[in-house]
């Protein structure tokens, strides 16, 4: 069975803080994707990866970073936390299809972050 | 860029009951992939159907099936014979064919089965 872990489900911070979200995938996936998930706004693209070491930025990469140092594990970075970065932030995989086809992405649980 | 639009925020309908979410989409590609999600509440996201935009034909996946318009760049999914687990969060999605695995959400629509 395919599966996208994230580190932890829930993550209260203070304002300021430096803080790390971990996504893990067992899938051998050369994609990873960090969204972010609010009410009204759907998911938003922060940054995705497609290959190791390798990243591009989404639709709003500002106030984030991310590490891809191992095929299997893709972090998102808040280097100083501040309270409108609270949200709920989801990761996703999936297989490069490079010469074309459907490329489906598959899903962590998500991590909601609240920063104080 | 593309954009999905979802223009149905919340919905609800009685356990087996039919009932359509609709999904608008502008593009200018001409081949291109659209997706339904499902997120159940406290749960993960899950892919429920997808169309490749060069078939004509409707997809189908048990009681969801979708209405794909491409010319008038319309997906809506239909859920016949709903049922109390569907009750979730639906996003649409768009991807483009070639090179751009990204995905574009639409807002969601969040529907409640009622018993």
């Known amino acids: 069975d395919v599966k996208v872990t994230q580190s932890s489900r829930y993550l209260v911070k203070r304002t300021g803080e430096k803080v790390f979200l971990e996504c893990v995938q067992d899938m051998d996936h050369e994609n990873m994707f960090w969204y972010r998930q609010d009410p009204g706004l759907g998911l938003r693209l922060i940054y995705f990866?497609?290959?190791?070491?390798?990243?591009e930025k989404g639709d709003i990469p500002e106030g984030y970073s991310v590490s891809r140092e191992k095929k299997e594990r893709f972090s998102l970075i808040l280097e100083s936390a501040s309270t409108n970065q609270t949200s709920m932030y989801l990761c996703?995989?999936?297989?490069?299809?490079?010469?074309?086809?459907?490329?489906?992405?598959?899903f962590g649980a998500g991590t909601r972050l609240s920063v104080l | 860029a593309q954009t999905v639009t979802q223009s149905q925020p919340e919905m609800s309908v009685q356990e087996a009951e039919t009932v359509t979410l609709s999904c608008t989409y502008d593009t200018s590609e001409n081949n291109y992939y659209l997706f339904w999600y499902k997120q159940p509440p406290s749960r993960q996201m899950i892919l429920v159907i997808r169309q490749e935009a060069y078939k004509q034909q409707n997809a189908t996946e048990n009681r969801f099936s979708v209405n794909f318009q491409k010319a008038a760049k319309s997906f809506s999914l239909k859920i016949s014979d709903s049922q109390l687990g569907d009750t979730a969060m639906y996003f649409c999605a768009f991807m483009k064919h070639f090179g751009n695995e990204k995905l574009t959400f639409g807002t969601g629509t969040r529907l409640t089965i009622i018993p």
């Open positions: 996703a995989s999936s297989l490069s299809t490079r010469t074309g086809g459907v490329d489906i992405q598959y």
């Open positions: 990866s497609y290959d190791v070491k390798m990243k």
